[in-house]
């Protein structure tokens, strides 16, 4: 037998890869992504008839837009060119078109052409807290400032804009279930954002984005979403700013609809799919100088445009590694009549030690309720002129604290808890910032 | 294991089936293992393959049939458990470095495989090969994924239609 000229030729067969049929290609071909699966389709005709097929493209299709595609697929018995439609064609359908509104219109959806990851879109949202008034372009006149702008998602992408007439503190958030996610794929979150004609108040850096998962703070960026020097150059002639503040880390991009958007910081997905953590993205501006003319469209979450450059990323890290400490936030709940809310969050530069980054969240310290209920039954006794100045005192020393931690954060100069209580006593500086009612609470001298 | 020109295959606990290879080679594999293959499966609950008969495998080559056999065997025991919960990580773990190593073969032995595999209906060894294939074709250009699978070089209308694609494809190829 092993004589046998017949069998020898078998063993010495080789097979080529040009013997396999397309089927087995097809099923190769489904293991890789669907840009792989694109290319393929150029390597040979065998591979772009497997690399075309229904097989690869469906298992590209996620289980909850299969019923999507089969209406991309059949959009009307009578359309002849449907007929002919391939999977193929309805995933591309699945990734174009700015995606499609889920969820009873509330968020938009749609898969990330070269990888197949789900991409989202959440929406502007008018009014997720009581009392915050954003105003909708193109529906009614503007309305009252609005104190936090805040996106709960599910809301209609197109439809509705949150635009700031007039504000002090800024907190943007999108949130999003980690299960709704492509599992094992990296993410980033984009504010998508447009600036209105007379826009102030964004061009300085003290804007800060964080990407938490469960809880966990994952990223933390300085933004800045109008870079604009000269603005910057006033901000530093009012004593808002330090000499030689640092520029922001991550840049805005245009984008081809015309609106901007800024990276808010990336997660990766585990491999286990169904994870029920939660995804929050947000935006928030320090400091309660007043702002306006910030559009929001929305938040996007999807795999990041580009390779983040390494350098940029070191310092982002090192720079919160060795200047942030634990932050307090101090927040007025019952809202003054200039600063209708405002949020001052400043890490304690006076008397706090410098913890490692990753110790951050951990020692995040919320004083909210003590510090308001003390303010609040402060003002309860006071005349009318005496109360402003109280409120005045109050914001002002929490704006000093602020902006010790700005030149703390961004120069890297540390001030003392003295030298920052020498400077909260500087009455004339104060007067000079218009706070008016100060003389009747500060003792003359 | 395979056990060339073996007598009848009834001795022991475990039922034995034959499998003959294209050029006429007998193996003879415990029914379980063989049972692997969707193709046979049906033939072995008949009470084929047995005693003196063996079925006969004309697609299959006896180095490529003693290859798909040593996977076979290999995977049988995880396989009666029906995915077994009860399998320990180091088994999992076992299995994988095997597969690992399995599939580090010439192409050639690895096209024959795929072939194999597909005829048979052999599911976890399908998709094991087709998982080796789509590494090699991931992240590269069509003319790197002809070069890697051994494809010959491209004629001039082969490498215009390449381009055309590109450009057709822009988002493929960013």
Known sequence: MAADPEETRHHHKETQVSDLPESCLAYAIARTTPRDACRCAAVSPVFRAAADSDHVWRRFIPDDHHHRSVLLLHPSSSDRAAAKARTKDAYLGLCDGGGVPVDGGGCRVWLEKATGAKCYALAARRSAFPGTTASSAGSGPRTQAPACVSYGGWLCRFGEVAELVDCTCLDIYGRLSAATLTSATCYAAYLVYGTAEGHRGLSYPDQETTVAVGGRVLERHCVCLRPDDAETRKFKGAGLAQEGGVAAREEPRRREDGWWEMEMGRLRTTDTPGEEEEVVASFEVFGWYPKRGLMVEGIEFRPPCSARHGLRRGRNDMAFKTTMTARYAISSRKALNTYSSSAVRCPSTCGGTSCPGSALDDRMITIESQIIDAWESMRAGLPKRARKGLDSAFLLTGWHIWKARNSKVFNNCTMTAAAIMENIRQKPMWSAAGAKALGCLVPRE | ?174
């Open chain 2, 1 to 174: 294991m395979a056990a060339p020109e073996s007598g009848d295959g009834n001795n022991g606990a475990a039922r034995m089936v034959t499998l003959i290879s294209s050029d006429n080679t007998r193996f003879e594999v415990e029914a379980a293992a063989a049972s692997l293959s969707q193709t046979l499966q049906l033939t072995i609950l008949d009470g084929g393959g047995g005693g003196g008969d063996g079925i006969p495998l004309p697609n299959v080559d006896s180095a490529t049939l003693s290859k798909v056999l040593e996977y076979c065997i290999k995977h049988a025991p995880a396989a009666a458990n029906g995915g077994a919960p009860n399998a320990t990580a180091v088994d999992r773990a076992e299995l994988e470095r095997f597969d690992n190593e399995f599939v580090n073969i010439d192409q050639s032995v690895l096209y024959s495989l795929i072939m194999a595999a597909h005829n048979l209906e052999i599911e976890g060894l399908q998709s094991l090969v087709a998982k080796k294939v789509a590494d090699m074709i991931k992240g590269k250009s069509p003319m790197e994924i002809r070069r890697t699978l051994g494809f010959p070089d491209p004629t001039p209308e082969e490498q215009a239609e390449m381009n055309a694609h590109m450009l057709e494809y822009g988002w493929a190829y960013e």
